[in-house]
């Protein structure tokens, strides 16, 4: 242990690196046999099941079309909720590219009207240059500002996880040689891309739920990562890369998943629908109590 971290911390990174470095044995060739069957990874319950969201899926969350009904389960939520610190940072570097601007939403219009208008008018080339310059000067200007709805909607989303969920950063000097070996080696995730980021989501998610685990604060059944990333490092054909699956059995003992942001979506409405066995309790008692008295023998 480096003797800098409080102890939860300290502990969960020396079983981490253990793992990623391979101190310690994994079993990728169970989860390899797994994947080649397309067998899928025993499904928990929705409220059971610890989250860690990537920067693909976190910079969609409030702006996806069933945001209202994500943001209402979030809170209710009963496992861990993980946003790694590398998500944070590549949400600012790129929300531009995914939340809409004032500017941005003006540009879409715009360029509708422009479709429409060229049905009717060939003329409107000149008058559509014109505009374009007008909207790109109104970009430079004015691109930083978004318009209300999404405003409100990122707001609210923040607030529901700072009260929820957890932020880890796993030191980075101390993977920093194991994330070169792993990129040279191919080793999922990351070897798709020239940057180390995709890596240090792994790490800082994984660190996250063992100080988790070790503060005894929350239980799971089944782990998921959420992102839309598409590439094999990740997964391919829906089904997580085997060498991902066996790292998290070696930590955790349980199974791993990788969803989409509209797969999680689809899943919270889902459990949204489906009332929770309290609230059907409380359902057939009042039924019950309803229910006419039976009549006395005559």
């Known amino acids: 242990m480096s003797g800098t971290e ?8 020396d079983r981490l690196q253990a793992v990623l470095d391979r101190t310690v044995p994994i079993a990728p060739l169970d989860e390899l046999r797994r994947s080649l069957d397309r067998r899928p990874a025993p499904q928990a319950v929705l409220g059971q099941i ?14 996806h079309r069933r945001s209202a009904d994500i943001l209402d389960y979030l809170p209710r939520h009963e496992a861990p909720l993980i946003i790694p610190g590398q998500a944070i940072q590549e949400f600012w570097n790129n929300h531009f590219k995914v939340i809409d601007t004032v500017a941005t ?4 219009r715009f360029e509708q009207l422009a479709q429409d208008v060229h049905k009717l008018d060939p003329e409107f080339g000149d008058f559509e240059a014109q505009m374009q310059s007008l909207l790109d000067r109104f970009q430079e200007s004015y691109g930083h500002v978004y318009d209300e709805n999404t ?5 609210g989303m923040l607030t529901i996880l700072q009260e929820r969920a957890t932020c880890p950063f796993a030191p980075r000097v101390r993977f920093s040689k194991l994330v070169a070996i792993r990129h040279t080696t191919k080793t999922p995730p990351g070897f798709k891309d020239p940057g180390d980021g995709d890596f240090f989501i792994w790490v800082d998610f994984l660190f996250g739920l063992l100080v ?6 929350k239980t799971f059944r089944s782990i998921v990562l959420l992102t839309n990333d598409q590439k094999p490092d990740w997964s391919t054909g829906g089904v997580p890369h085997p060498v991902l699956s066996a790292e998290v059995g070696a930590l955790f003992g349980v ?6 942001l509209e797969r999680f979506a689809t899943e919270v409405v889902r ?17 019950i109590d309803a229910s006419p008295p039976a009549a006395e023998p005559g």
């Open 6 to 13: 409080p102890e939860p911390a300290a502990e969960a990174l």
């Open 105 to 108: 939403s003006l540009k879409k």
């Open 151 to 155: 405003l409100k909607n990122v707001g």
């Open 50 to 63: 610890a989250f860690g969201f990537d920067s693909s899926v976190f910079m969609r969350l409030a702006v």
């Open 271 to 287: 459990a949204l629908e489906t009332p929770s066995d309290d609230a059907a309790r409380d359902v057939e008692e009042q039924r």
């Open 212 to 217: 988790s685990v070790l503060e005894g604060e």
């Open 255 to 260: 199974p791993f998943d990788v969803w989409d």
